[in-house]
Nanobody, 118 residues
């Protein structure tokens, strides 16, 4: 079992920045990928960015050039640096972690609200 704790959401003006963090904890696990999804009101949950071990990060087209995902494997933590935020970035952001092994096991964070508003 893996437990995820997210932090860093909040209210920001358009053009501003926020940094989300997600720390994974548990007993004897190895992480295959860490990523972020978001869900806006009335919409389905969608991938924002993910970082698979040994591969380049993957981003949704809508955030390319503005958001950066990074991992600190020593801390089992993933970050999402969000710059040049837009109104349409408003959503609940969820961390998603997939463990090594087969079948893959995935875990969701509790979600953190990001609101971009003037």
């Amino acid at each position: 079992q893996v437990h995820l704790v997210e932090s860093g959401g909040g209210l920001v003006q358009p053009g501003g920045s926020l940094r989300l963090s997600c720390a994974a904890s548990g007993n004897r696990f190895s992480i295959y990928s860490m990523g972020w999804y978001r869900q806006a009101p009335g919409k389905s949950r969608q991938l924002v960015a993910d970082a698979i071990s040994g591969r380049l990060a993957n981003y949704a087209d809508s955030v390319k050039g503005r958001f950066t995902i990074s991992r600190d494997n020593t801390k089992n933590t993933v970050y999402l640096q969000m710059n040049s935020l837009k109104l349409e970035d408003t959503a609940v952001y969820y961390c998603y972690v997939v463990l090594e092994g087969w079948p893959r096991q995935g875990y969701w964070g509790q979600g953190t609200q990001v609101t971009v508003s003037s």
